[in-house]
């Protein structure tokens, strides 16, 4: 079982970066692919960034491609989520998810945390 926790989010004007922190308890957090998904109002929860279990490779959506980075540091069994270049249309409930999925943009993935809202003022 592995509990996932995010910190980080707020609100933050267009251009502005913030950086948000997925905590996981659990001693087999790094034998997991890492994700981050993101949900706005009245849409469907849409894949946003991806690292696998050892950082090495990362995958990202298009519409954050260049702009937000996924990095994870498994000795503190945490998954961060570097967002710069803030757009309004980034304005989400940002969730962390963890597991072995077939497919990294998709899942599906075993575990899940609760959320973290991230607000982008123009």
């Known amino acids: 079982q592995v509990n996932l926790v995010e910190y980080g989010g707020g609100l933050v004007q267009a251009g502005g970066s913030l950086r948000l922190s997925c905590r996981a308890s659990?001693?087999?957090?790094?034998?997991?692919?890492a994700g981050w998904f993101r949900q706005a109002p009245g849409k469907d929860r849409e894949f946003v960034a991806a690292?696998?279990?050892?950082?090495?490779?990362?995958v990202y959506a298009d519409s954050v491609k260049g702009r937000f980075t996924i990095s994870r540091d498994n000795a503190k069994n945490t998954v961060y989520l570097q967002m710069n270049s803030l757009k309004p249309e980034d304005t989400a409930v940002y969730f962390c998810a963890a597991g072995q999925p077939a497919y990294y943009t998709s899942g599906p993935y075993d575990y899940w945390g609760q959320g973290t809202q991230v607000t982008v003022s123009s």
């Open positions: 690292i696998f279990r050892r950082g090495s490779t990362t």
């Open positions: 659990g001693r087999t957090f790094s034998s997991y692919a």
